[in-house]
């Protein structure tokens, strides 16, 4: 008898603590629909956005020039065509460095050439 109150007496000390953490307990989920309407997915960046993010956005902020402020990259002349701007990055100027792995990815500098037309020139550039 004594033996049987002593085995009790744990099992109902560990149903007791499971129940207080909830160990039984389901998971909860939302809805399906609520859990949808709460998630705002953001427009998946483009690979010349990417690249442009990685390799221009440190001194090219929003299409601007960090060096030169009077020459911003939105709306320059190499941004004409993509022979001319991909001359430019073959051979840049003053402190714009030369990023080798660019120019000669041709696919990768089309996407960026593509995404850099995009950029707007702001007021005051």
């Excluded at 109902?12 to 309407?37: G, H, V």
């Excluded at 953001?42 to 402020?69: D, L, R, Y």
């Excluded at 002349?77 to 120019?103: A, D, R, W």
């Amino acid at each position: 008898m004594l033996r049987s109150k002593l085995f009790v007496l744990p099992v109902i000390a560990l149903a007791l603590i499971c129940q207080s953490i909830n160990c039984w307990a389901k998971p909860q989920t939302a809805p399906k629909s609520e859990s949808k309407a709460k998630v705002k997915t953001e427009p998946a960046k483009s690979k010349g956005q990417m690249t442009f993010e990685s390799h221009c956005s440190s001194c090219h902020i929003n299409g601007g020039n960090v060096v030169k402020p009077q020459k911003p990259l939105a709306g320059s002349k190499y941004l004409s065509n993509y022979v001319s701007f991909k001359s430019y990055l073959k051979e840049p100027v003053g402190t714009m460095p030369h990023y080798e792995n660019l120019i000669s990815n041709d696919k990768v500098l089309k996407e960026l050439y593509r995404y850099v037309q995009t950029l707007k020139k702001s007021e005051g550039s």
